[in-house]
């Protein structure tokens, strides 16, 4: 009974910058962690961000000065801003959340994913 809708991809030049959102709904009674993770073509899938309930965050050593993972708990949402993007960040991008219901149940939920294009 949880949705996530990711949104926010596109196509950019390299340097260029995108946000992406990720909006969560349904019966929850709080949201833990959530977090960003992508897959290019012939890749292995791969974690990005991820942010804490107490906002604490974690990313990947190559997104490290260029990407900030943020999180507004009153809408529900977390964004992801993308600066100085590369060529090679190029991927499918798919938001997480591991949500707690109000039945005191654990459970992962991911977003449909996002295209993001950064072009040379």
């Known amino acids: 009974q949880v949705q996530l809708v990711d949104s926010g991809g596109g196509l950019v030049q390299a340097g260029g910058s995108l946000r992406l959102s990720c909006a969560a709904s349904?019966?929850?009674?709080?949201?833990?962690?959530m977090g960003w993770y992508r897959q290019a073509p012939g890749k292995q899938h791969e974690l990005v961000a991820t942010?804490?309930?107490?906002?604490?965050?974690t990313y990947a050593d190559s997104v490290k000065g260029r990407f900030t993972i943020s999180r507004d708990n009153a809408k529900r949402t977390a964004y992801l801003q993308m600066n100085s993007l590369k060529p090679e960040d190029t991927a499918v991008y798919y938001c997480?959340?591991?949500?707690?219901?109000?039945?005191?149940?654990?459970?992962?939920?991911w977003g449909q994913g996002t295209q993001v294009t950064v072009s040379s």
């Open positions: 997480n959340a591991r949500v707690l219901h109000r039945d005191y149940r654990n459970k992962d939920y």
């Open positions: 942010i804490t309930s107490s906002d604490t965050t």
């Open positions: 349904g019966s929850i009674l709080s949201i833990n962690t």
